[in-house]
C-alpha cells in the first residue's frame, strides 16, 4: 500500500508497539463467509506408509521419552506440524516382533484401528486387549495403556487422537507409568469386553456413567455382521441403510449411547460396488481409512483414487464424495462431537445458503 | 369418638358437604414417615400358575376385545385390582398351538420374559420377532404388537407392563390393529436386532436417539454370557459383580444407555449357590422371578422358599433378602427408573434414618 | 351373565383363590382408548371454601400431629380421598392471627400460592420467606418449613403438594422438626431470594445444580411485570404471548430451566377481556386458581362461571376451555412433568387421533 | 545433531517428502505433562487503549467490509495473531457521535460488556439493545447485529468473541445484512429482556429451550445487587460467596442455566478491600477487565497492578491470584464452557499430582 495515511501509519505503529491489532484490516480473513481452512485434503497411500514404517522399524527402537514408533500424517496446508486436519491426529504405528511400548497416560482421547495382521495386546488401564484385524481399540484420556507385541512379526495399524485439538485448547497432561508391562497375559476377550461388550447389557455394579467408553474393543465381527445385515435389510426392502447401497455404523459408549469418545468420532462404512457416498460438506474434518476395496473419493471435485490402507483426510467444509469400484470397506473418524457439542456443526443440506460464498468480501487497506 | 365438639360435627359435615377434607385428621396417613404400601410381599407358584393357563387354555379363546389370554398376579393387598404392585402389572401369557393374539398398540410399556418353551414369534411394528427361553422381548408404548403360536405345542410366558401406573396416572391409550396377522414369518434374528444389536454400534441412518429402546429382543446367550463373565471375574480377582457371589445385568436402550423402557428397570441376577443379596429397602416396588434354580426370598424378615417360575413381590420399601440353595438366575423388573426420573428414589443405605420410624406420630382425633 | 360355563365359572373362582384375575375380563377398562379418569372436573367457590376455612380457625388449633390447619380439594369423583386430581393435592391453609404451624419436612413437593393478604413467613431449611399477595413460595421435598403469622389478622392461601402422586407411588417420607420456630425475623427479601433472585444470574458458590428449584419465592412484581411485557409486545406486533390476547408464564428451576418443582408444573396466565384459550385435551390433569377478575371454563363442554379465588380441577384428557368476562388472571398447577418424564405427555394437538374413541370396545362376558 | 546415523538422516528426508513427521522426536512437545501455552500473561492498560481507540475514531470510519472499529488485544505470545487466549478474542469498540456499525451476522458468538458510557443501542435480531455501565450485552452466533450511537459523545466498550476457537476448528460463518439500520427506536428495555429478564420466569410461548441464551442483555443493577447480597449474607454468617470476601456471579442462559454463551463463560466477581482470590490453575484460558477499584493480579508468580479498565489475559494453566487494593469489582470471561463440554477441564485442585511436572521428559534426538 503506498499512500498510507502517515497518521494512520503512525497509529497502527502505536497499536503494534501496544500489543494490539486492528480488527478492520483483518476482518475478512478472521471471519470469513465459509470456513477456509489452511489444511488441505489430500491422500497418503498405505504402501508408502507402510515401507517407511518398517525403515523405522529397522532404525528407531520403541523406549521411554519417544514412546511410541508412530509416524504422524502432516496435512501438507499446516508445515512443520503433525497434524492431519487442525483437531485430528493420524498416524501409522509399528512394532517389531517381540517389541514393547511402555506404559504412559495422556489428557488426550486415543483410539487405533487395526487393517491387517494380529498379535499385538495393548494393555489398557491393567486389562490386556488383543488387536486383531478390523478391530477398533479405545484408550480414552487419562487411561494408561502399553502395548507389547507377542509374535515373531511385526505388526501396524492406525492410531488416531485428539492431539491437535488438545493442543489449540492447551489441555495437555502427560504422566509415564511403568517401563516395563508385567501382565503379558493374551486373553482373546478383555475385562471390559466381557463387562460391557454384551448388546444393551450393562454391569450392575456400574453405579455411573462414564463420560468416556467403558468398552475399550469393538470387534470386527460384530462391525462386519452390522453392516452386512444393514445391506440385507436394504435388498429386502426395509429401512436401515445411511444412502442407497450405502450401510454404516457409529462407535459408541454404550452406558449412554453417545460417541465412544467425547472429541472423535468413529465410524465404519461399506459401500457396494458401484455405489457412492453423495458431494456434501461439514463444518468438521475428518480423516478416512480404506479397510478393504478400491474406488475413489472427490474432493472439492478432484478424483482421487484409493485402495487398501489408503488415507484422506478431509478438512472443514471441503466437499467429500467417495465412489466405491468394488465393495468398499472404510474406516473414518472426525471432530464432528466437537462441534455438535459447542453449536457448531452444520451441514450444506441443513444451511444452504452457507454454501455460497458472499459476493463482495472487502477489507480495508492495510498499511 | 365419643366427646366430639357439637360444632366441629358440624363443621366437617359442611366440609363433606362441599367436597372438602381436612388435612389434620389424615395427615398421618397421607405423610407416614415411610411409606406404608397396601400391596404386601406375596408369592405365586409358577406349577399353580402354569395349570390355570393351561385350563383357561381350553375353555378361554384368543381374540379380539379381550385381545390376550393374560392371567395377572393380583397382589392380595389391593383387593379386586389386577395389579402386582401400585405400579406394576404382571401376568403369565399362554398361546395355544397355532394361535393367534391380534394386533393392537397401546401408551402401556410392555415386555415378555420366557421362562421356557420357543415357538411363539411376536411382530412388533411389523417385525417378527422370536421368543425363545431366557429372552427378554420389549414393546414399548404405541408400537403395534401381535403373537402367533408356529407350533403345535402351546407356549407361556411372564408379560409385564406399566399398566397400574398408567391407570394412576391416566394417561391410558389403546387402538386396535388389524385381526390378523399377514407377517408370518419366521426369521431367528429380527431386523431390529439385525440394525441394533451389536455392541456399541449405532446405524448412521438413525438421526435422532429414541427415548424407548429400538432394540426390541435381548437374547438369553448374551445375559448368560454377562452374568457369566461377572462371576468368572470375581474368581480372577476383578471388579464386575454386583456383591459377593451376585452377578446382575441391566437391560438398556443402546441409543441413550437408559433403562430399555422409560417406566420398567429390567434386570437379570445370578447368585452363587449359597450366596445372597443383603436386606435392603428402597423406594420402589418390583416383581421377582426364579428362571433357574431354588432358594428363598425374605421378606420384611419371614421367609419365603422359591423355584422354578416362581413370582415374588416386593412393594417400595419391603426389606428384601435372597439366598441362594443353588445357583439361582433371577428375571427382576421395578419401577425404579419412575422414581428416579421424580426425584423420589431413596434407599435406606443412601438414607438410613429414613428407615426408623418417629417415636410420636399423633392425629388428632377424627369425629 | 346367566348362561356361563359351569367350568369356567369354577376356573374364575380358582383364580380368586390364586391370587389371580384374568385380563381378558378386564381388558377395556385397565386400556381404555383413551384415558377415563375417576376424577371429575369440579368448581369450589373460593367464599365457600374461606368461610369453613375461618370457622375451623375457631375450632381446630394448629399444632404438631396434624401440623397444618389445611382444607383439601376432595374430588368428587374419587369419594373418600383428599385428591384434588390423581396426582395433585390442593387445599386452603388458614393462619389465625399469631399463630405457628409447626416445622417438619417430606418427600412430598409443596408450593404455596397467596390469593391475597400478607404477614406469614414460611421459613424454608431456615430461611424466613414472606408470603405476600400474588407470590408463589416454593417447599421442595424434604425441605424444614414452618409457617408463623406476624400479624393480628388471619392469612389463607392455597397450598399445592404431590400428596396423591407419592401416595400412588408409595414414596412418602415424613419427618417432625422443632415444634417452635427460632427464627421469627421478617425480611422483606429471603436469603435464597437474594442469592438466586436476579435473572440469569447463577451465584458462583453453586457447584452443582439443584433438581429442585433453589429460589423459593416467586414474586407477584416480577410475575405481574411479564405478563404485562407479553400483552404489551402483543399490541405492539411481536412474538411472545401464548395464543391472541393470552400472556403465560412458567415458573422454572433457574439453575436448569426446569420446572422449579420435578413433579408440579406452575405458571400464571392472563387473558384479555373477552380472550379466551381454546378447548383442548392433555393426558395430564391440572388445577386452576382464579386470582383476579371473572370469568367461565368450558369443561367436556359444560360452561361453568369463575370469579375470584375460585378453583377448578381438570382431569387428564378433559377438555377445557377458558373464557374471560373481564381481565382474567389465573394460576394453574399441573402435573405435566411427571408425564413429560416418563415419556407419557400427549395432546390432541399432538395427536388427534387419539381423540377419537374406537368403534367397537368388545369385552368378554364376566361371569 | 552432529553424529546422526545417515540412514536414519535419509529415513527423515523421505518422511517429509512423504507428508509425515514421526512422533517419537516432537512427542514431548506434542504431549507435555501439563500445559505449555505459547500464549503469556499479560497485562494491556486501558487509558492506552482508549487513547488509541480515539485515535483511531479521528482516522478511520467505520463501515461495510472491515464492520466495526475494534482494536483487538494481541497476545504478546501469540505474534501476529489478534487473539487474547488461544480460544478468545478481546478488543476495545469504539464508536463515535451518531456513527453506525453496519448489520452482519456470524458462527462466532459475542459478548459486549460496558465499562463506561451509554447512548449506544445495539440491535439484535431486530430488537434494539441499550447499552449501559455494567451491563453485558449478548450476540449468540447468527444473531443479526449492528450498533448505532445516539449521542453526541464517543463510546467504547469491551467485545469478546470466541473467533480464535472458531478460527482453529474451522467453524466460520458470515454474512453481510442491511447496510443501515431501519429501527433507530431507544427502549430502555428491549424485548428480550421483556420476556426472560424475570427472575425463573419462563414465557410459555418457548416451546423449545435454545441453546444460546434468549436473554440478551444481563444490567447492572441486578449484577451489583447479587454481588452485593453475597458479601451481605458472608456478614450476616451465611453461605453464598465465592470465597472470603468474594462474591461472583455468572451470567446463565435462563432456558436451561447452562453458560449464557455455549463457548464463553462470563462472570462478575466483586472483592472486598483486602480480599484475595487464592492461587490456582486450570486448564483454561480466560481475560480480566477491571470494573472498578484497583488492585494487583500475581500471574506465575509476578505481581501486575490494575485499576479502571485494565485487562489481563491468563492462558490455560497459568497460575493466577487477585488481591484487592480498593474494593475490586472484575469482570471474567473464559472458554471454561469448551473445556467441560469436551471433558477437558482441571484444577490443580481436582488434580494437584498434575501441578507437577514429571522428572525426566526425554525426546530422542532430532536429527
Known amino acids: 500500500m503506498t499512500d498510507v495515511d502517515p ?4 497509529l ?12 478492520w484490516t483483518e476482518r475478512e480473513d478472521l471471519m470469513p463467509a465459509t470456513p477456509r481452512p489452511a489444511a488441505i485434503p489430500h491422500r497418503w497411500r ?70 491387517e495382521g494380529e498379535g499385538v495386546w495393548t494393555i489398557v488401564d491393567g486389562d490386556p486387549v488383543s488387536m486383531r484385524r478390523g478391530d477398533l481399540l479405545l484408550t480414552p484420556g487419562w487411561a494408561w495403556h502399553g502395548h507389547h507385541n507377542t509374535t515373531d512379526r511385526p505388526m501396524a495399524w492406525l492410531d488416531g487422537l485428539d492431539i491437535p485439538l488438545s493442543s489449540a485448547l492447551n489441555t495437555e ?8 508391562l508385567e501382565d503379558r497375559s493374551q486373553p482373546a476377550r478383555s475385562r471390559n469386553e466381557r463387562l460391557w461388550g454384551g448388546p444393551g447389557l450393562r454391569p450392575l455394579s456400574a453405579t455411573s456413567s462414564p463420560s468416556k467408553s467403558p468398552l475399550a474393543a469393538y470387534r470386527w465381527e460384530f462391525t462386519d455382521s ?5 445391506l440385507e435389510l436394504e435388498d429386502e ?27 472423535i468420532r468413529t465410524e465404519m462404512h461399506r459401500l457396494r460396488e458401484g455405489a457412492s457416498v453423495p458431494a456434501a460438506r461439514e463444518s468438521a474434518s475428518s480423516v478416512w481409512q480404506v479397510f478393504e476395496g478400491s474406488g475413489a473419493f472427490v474432493l472439492d471435485g478432484q478424483r482421487v483414487e484409493v485402495g487398501h490402507g489408503d488415507l484422506v483426510t478431509v478438512p472443514s467444509w ?38 455460497i460464498a458472499p459476493a463482495t468480501p472487502v477489507n480495508p487497506a492495510r498499511p
Chains 1, 2, 3, 4 share one sequence.
Open 7 to 10: 497518521e494512520l501509519a503512525k
Open 226 to 230: 452390522a453392516l452386512t445385515a444393514q
Open 173 to 180: 497432561f502427560f504422566e509415564f507409568g511403568p517401563d516395563t
Open 46 to 115: 498405505w504402501t508408502d506408509l507402510y515401507a517407511l514404517a518398517q525403515r523405522a522399524g529397522e532404525l528407531v527402537p520403541v523406549g521411554r521419552g519417544g514412546e511410541r514408533r508412530a509416524i504422524s500424517l502432516a496435512n501438507p496446508g499446516l508445515p512443520g506440524l503433525p497434524h492431519a486436519t487442525p483437531t485430528l491426529w493420524a498416524a501409522i504405528q509399528y512394532l517389531g516382533p517381540r517389541e514393547v511400548a511402555p506404559v504412559h497416560r495422556h489428557a488426550q482421547n486415543a483410539f487405533r484401528f487395526v487393517l
Open 12 to 23: 497502527y505503529k502505536e497499536f503494534d508497539a501496544n500489543g494490539l491489532i486492528p480488527l
Open 237 to 263: 426392502g426395509y429401512a436401515g441403510v445411511a444412502g442407497p447401497g450405502h450401510a454404516a455404523v457409529r462407535f459408541t459408549n454404550p452406558a449412554n449411547g453417545d460417541d465412544a469418545l467425547p472429541t
Open 318 to 355: 471441503a466437499e467429500v464424495a467417495v465412489e466405491a469400484d468394488t465393495r468398499l470397506d472404510l474406516f473414518r473418524f472426525s471432530d464432528a462431537p466437537v462441534m455438535e457439542r459447542l453449536g457448531f456443526y452444520l451441514t450444506d443440506a441443513t444451511n444452504p445458503a452457507a454454501r
